[in-house]
């Protein structure tokens, strides 16, 4: 069975950095998508960034690109993003999620895991 288990949330002032992990067990994921989505009150979740486990293409959305790095540890199974420059609109919260046959790394709808999610609040 697969396990997401993210960590790394929490409160900071705009512009500051956070640091987000994502630990994944229970299937092998060199093949995988794995992605971070975020969800802020009462909008859809939407996508944050993407890497492919096998090639380590990155993937990103606009809003997000130049202040966020997603990347990957093959030893400790485990993706992470580092978040810098944070602005209050960044305010959600973070899903990692993993797409064991990728098809489409943008949306929700395409990974079949996800983890339980972490807070992440930027204050202004």
């Known amino acids: 069975q697969v396990q997401l288990v993210e960590s790394g949330g929490g409160l900071v002032q705009a512009g500051g950095s956070l640091g987000l992990s994502c630990a994944a067990s229970?299937?092998?994921?060199?093949?995988?998508?794995m992605g971070w989505f975020r969800q802020a009150p009462g909008k859809e979740r939407e996508f944050v960034a993407a890497i492919s486990w096998s090639s380590g293409n990155t993937y990103y959305a606009d809003s997000v690109k130049g202040r966020f790095t997603i990347s990957k540890d093959n030893a400790k199974n485990s993706v992470y993003l580092q978040m810098i420059n944070l602005k209050p609109e960044d305010t959600a919260v973070y899903y990692c999620?993993?797409?064991?046959?990728?098809?489409?790394?943008?949306?929700?709808?395409?990974?079949?895991?996800w983890g339980q999610g972490t807070q992440v609040t930027v204050s202004s």
């Open positions: 999620a993993a797409d064991l046959t990728p098809s489409n790394y943008f949306r929700a709808r395409a990974y079949d895991y």
């Open positions: 229970g299937r092998t994921f060199s093949r995988a998508a």
